[in-house]
């Protein structure tokens, strides 16, 4: 069995934008294209996929997105672009879902924790001049907060 054979043996799935396209063949460059890219991926026992780096002709300069798909919603995440390029980030942005998910937390609240620990990594990264990705030190609070969430009014 092949990689894409794999695939719906998943509960989720967490892609880029470039991945998604390759993994489905369609163009997503806007938020209904890559909504329709994520749900052709919903089979077997896929129940969500989580498009990071998402519907790039929508970003403004100063942000990015996140598109959590399920069978039942579909959520856009928006979060501060900060210009740091380390490797990792959609792994850490995976594992931080993927942690709070399995831990109980609502799957579109750890997808939105999930931005906010990237945004925080890479806004230390930037700061620390490193082209690693570094992890800040674990502080008493939550995130910048800066995450925007709303519902998609896409079919």
């Known amino acids: 069995m092949g990689t894409l054979g794999l695939l719906p043996l998943s509960d989720g799935l967490t892609p880029n934008g470039f991945e998604l396209a390759y993994l489905t063949g369609m163009a997503v460059n806007d938020i209904d294209s890559v909504i329709g890219a994520a749900r052709s991926l919903l089979t077997g026992r896929t129940q969500w996929v989580a498009v990071t780096s998402a519907a790039p002709d929508t970003w403004t300069p100063y942000e990015m997105k996140v598109v959590l798909v399920s069978r039942s919603q579909t959520k856009v995440i928006s979060h501060s ?75």
Request: net charge negative.
């Open 81 to 155: 672009r900060i210009h740091a390029t380390p490797k990792g980030t959609g792994d850490l942005f995976c594992a931080t879902l993927t942690g709070l998910w399995i831990k109980g937390m609502d799957l579109f609240e750890a997808a939105t924790q999930a931005c906010d620990q990237v945004v925080q990594a890479l806004r230390y990264t930037e700061q620390a001049q490193s082209a690693e990705l570094l992890l800040p030190p674990m502080a008493g609070g939550h995130g910048n907060h800066e995450i925007q969430v709303r519902e998609s009014e896409s079919r």
